[in-house]
């Protein structure tokens, strides 16, 4: 069954921080792999896209990293601030044309 | 990033009653449109996918009689909740995507609409 796990379930940290967000997939022949931000009771806001081809992609404060061989892709986020609060989700697509599936979340809390 | 509108954003019917959900693509031609459905501190659970002029593909144990869904045209998507109980209400979120380059675009999503059913 093709799952994507996403730890730690929450997080909190004080603003400034450095942090890591972690996803793994557990059949690395994805097609592409996205990360999410959803705030509560709100749609997704993309953040950042991986085609299987690339190694990351970067935007802003953020930086996906992905790992195909060994099923993980990593978001970073420098220098946290409280806007940055939220659920982070990350979502796979394993064939062109088909539906992405969404880890859990991991819930960020930025505290000022 | 590309637009995708989701109306209504909320919404509170009879139980019995049915609701319709609408997704559109604002700024783009989607050639796939997906309905998602999550529960409280849950992932997002796919429902169906649909593409523009054929039937949807239902995931498995989501009942086609039940969501109805329609995608008449390459920027619209309808979903209708028949005869809502109280166990249908749910935050639902539509998705859609295209294609360039023949490659699939970035998935962008609506802003979801919360279902309460009393």
Redo the contacts between chains.
């Keep these: 069954k093709q799952e994507v796990t996403q730890i730690p379930a929450a997080l909190s940290v004080p603003e400034g921080e450095n942090l890591v967000l972690n996803c793994s997939f557990t059949d690395s022949a994805i097609y592409n792999l996205q990360w999410f931000r959803q705030d509560p009771g709100k749609g997704l806001t993309s953040l950042l896209l991986i085609q299987s081809s690339q190694r990351e992609q970067t935007s802003g404060r953020l930086n996906a990293s992905l790992d195909k061989s060994s099923g993980r892709s990593t978001l970073y986020i420098a220098a946290s601030q409280p806007g940055d609060s939220a659920t982070y989700l990350c979502a796979v697509v394993y064939q062109a044309g088909t539906a992405l599936i969404f880890g859990k979340g991991t819930t960020l809390s930025v505290s000022s | 990033?590309a637009v995708v509108s989701?109306h209504p954003s909320w919404v509170i019917c009879k139980s019995g009653t049915s609701v319709k959900i609408e997704c559109r693509s604002l700024d783009f031609q989607a050639t796939?449109m997906?309905w998602y459905r999550q529960f409280p501190k849950?992932?997002?659970m796919?429902m169906a996918?649909s593409n523009e002029g054929s039937k949807a593909t239902y995931e498995q144990g989501v009942e086609k009689d039940k969501f109805l869904i329609n995608h008449a045209s390459l920027t619209l998507s309808t979903l209708t909740v028949t005869s809502a109980h109280p166990e249908d209400s749910s935050?639902y979120?539509c998705?859609a995507r295209s294609?360039g380059g023949g490659?699939?675009t970035?998935?962008?999503?609506?802003?979801?609409t919360?279902l309460t059913v009393v």
């Design positions: 990033g989701q796939t997906f849950q992932s997002l796919l996918t935050f979120i998705s294609r490659v699939d970035e998935a962008f999503f609506g802003q979801g919360r």
